[in-house]
């Protein structure tokens, strides 16, 4: 909801409209009833009077066939509508009772905060004030009646000042209205996640725990029939699978944490490349006959190594799962002169289509075409953007029919001589078979294990 309009359109003529038939039913009478110092005053009344009926109904069948778009076109002609009725009634009746003249001009002054919120607001005291000065001419050229200062002053003053009020007040409730709105989009966009969570569970979770129950318990029930061979097999397999659910846990995760604004970095110094070995071998298991060429400068480096291990992990399966088996995927990383490193990810897919390239950096959002669509937990780009943002750094995007690029800077410290680091046997484990090999992939400089 925006701030030129505090209430919805289509609300504000319905409740305008009735207090339009019931200026028509107590003016009629007192039209009736006055006594008019000229003719030319009596014109003013029944013109206005007219202008009210007709106006009052071409906006309530406006209001009720208004086509998508026209909701301010109406919302503006009901106050024009508003204020050469008042503003006719003024001039008309000013001559019997000044004070009720005066009291007509605040009601300008609340139907453009109510219309228009603050901006309405300021324009409705200028109005008002410039009616005042307009009713108090025609007051004093009907009765010969000079209006005193202290009267410009009172009316004046109430009139600025109960337009700052009625401001603060519209502002308030279009600040209300737009936290109303937020958290509505914010309980829908939970919703949503939570669905889709309900949902991927039952495939991304169900299947290798099933797979793991099997293969335990095949060889709990056939351990002495069963070979060394195959039961190494076998518990590769739960070994497999288990290394997949901790990954998309720790997806989820993230996804949580970036919700609550929690993502944690923890800066340390350590190897680079090592790092990039880590995260080629967890996204070792999408690569189907993938060309990968890695260059990765002998650095150390002082960041969050866990985080980017997720960040060059999630690039790489993406690449792998959108570009056709056999093509080349090309992992970079370098350090710049400004203090960042500069990592990108490129392969030689279809690219995104258009449609696709907002939501494909939403939670579960995933883009058509890739070979694996039903493995993807449509969680990895949105966990990178993520992870780029809490690190300070930034994440672009490159694409077209020749392929797909992402450009991750982050901001670190670099060294060229390697730091002492610590064991890394939880950061992932070592490269199983689907894993990169950096020797054979393109790696500059020895990587560290």
Known sequence: MSASAPMQPLRVEQVVTYLRVFGLVAGLPAILLASFPTAARLQVAWGTHLVLLLGTVALALWRHHVRPGDEKALLVAGFVLNSLVIAG????????QPNVAWAMVFTLLADAALRFGVRGAVTGTVLAAL??????????????????????????????GAGGILAVFTLTLERQARMAQQQALALADASRVRDRMLAMSSHEFRGPLAAMMLASETVRANLERLGPERSAALLGEVDRHGRNLGRLVDDLVMVA?????????????????????????????????????????????????????????????????????????????????????????????????????????????????????????????YVVQQIVAAMGGSLDLHTSSAGTEFVVLLPAQVSDALQAVPDKSDSGGPPHNGGADPERSGATGAVRR
């Open 131 to 160: 009616l005042f000065l307009v009713q108090t001419q025609a007051h004093e050229a009907a009765t010969g009646v000079a209006t005193p200062p202290a009267a410009y002053v009172f009316v004046l003053g109430t009139l600025a």
């Open 257 to 381: 944490q970036a919700r609550s604004e929690a993502i944690e970095v923890r800066p340390r110094w350590d190897d680079l490349q090592a790092s990039v070995q880590v995260a080629l071998a967890a996204a070792g298991r999408h690569r189907d006959g993938h060309l990968l060429t890695v260059s990765v400068e002998p650095l150390s480096g002082e960041l969050d190594h866990e985080r980017f291990q997720q960040i060059v992990r999630n690039l790489v399966e993406n690449a792998f799962k959108y570009s056709p088996p056999g093509s080349r995927v090309v992992v970079l990383l370098a350090a710049r002169r400004d203090g960042r490193l500069e990592l990108r990810v490129g392969d030689d897919g279809p690219g995104i289509p258009t449609a696709d390239r907002e939501r494909v950096f939403e939670p579960f959002g995933r883009r058509r075409g890739g070979k694996e669509h039903s493995d993807s937990s449509g969680l990895g780009l």
């Open 89 to 96: 009634y003024v001039v008309a009746f000013t001559h019997l």
